[in-house]
């Protein structure tokens, strides 16, 4: 087990945690911080400060109880579907990827996609408001063509690792999927 401190693309430290189970299996984990309490704070003050501001002018007391309803609804949904405290990919090189994503809440978000569908994982990069940003992603087969790519699934969505950390993980990724293992099971 081996965890290094890297960044994202804002500059925000995040970990990734590999573990090798075997040669042809390997899981990497990529962990956010976790939800700062004090942001929460500062956040719900400034709505219930704003909510009794109004309150004074409009003496309605309405506006008090939905601002403390609003900010408990958006908390909690904040936490359950947006708030991700780590991605993990799970690669087995006879068998496939398993992309999960752990939210704050506790919540799960699995996926698996076979080997057999799997032509490569590559690091791809994009223009994002006004800087180039890579990702890493998996190239997905066409089923009519199998050497056409039918659809892309991009890697660690919401952590957004930076390129050093991007590479790590696509070495090793690489090394399972030149696997002999691997590649009976790609070419099937």
Request: glycine share 4%.
């Amino acid at each position: 087990m081996e965890e290094e401190v890297f960044s994202d693309i804002d500059g925000k430290i995040i970990s990734l945690d590999c573990q090798s189970h075997s040669s042809f299996c390997r899981e990497f984990t990529i962990s956010a911080a976790k939800v700062s309490i004090g942001k929460i704070m500062v956040y719900t003050c400034a709505v219930w400060l704003f909510a009794y501001a109004v309150f004074f002018f409009t003496e309605n007391t309405a506006v008090l109880s939905s601002a403390i309803v609003v900010t408990l609804v958006g908390m909690m949904v904040h936490i359950h579907f947006v708030k991700i405290d780590h991605e993990t990919l799970l690669i087995i090189g006879s068998l496939g990827v398993q992309v999960s994503s752990s939210y704050a809440s506790g919540r799960e978000s699995t996926t698996f996609i076979e080997m057999s569908k799997i032509k490569d994982i590559v690091i791809n990069e994009a223009v994002h408001m006004q800087s180039i940003i890579y990702y890493l992603c998996i190239l997905l087969k066409d089923s009519s063509n199998p050497e056409a790519v039918s659809s892309v699934v991009p890697l660690f969505q919401s952590s957004k690792p930076r390129l050093n950390c991007l590479v790590k993980v696509y070495k090793s990724c690489q090394e399972i999927l030149a696997c002999p293992d691997s590649l009976d099971n790609k070419s099937a």
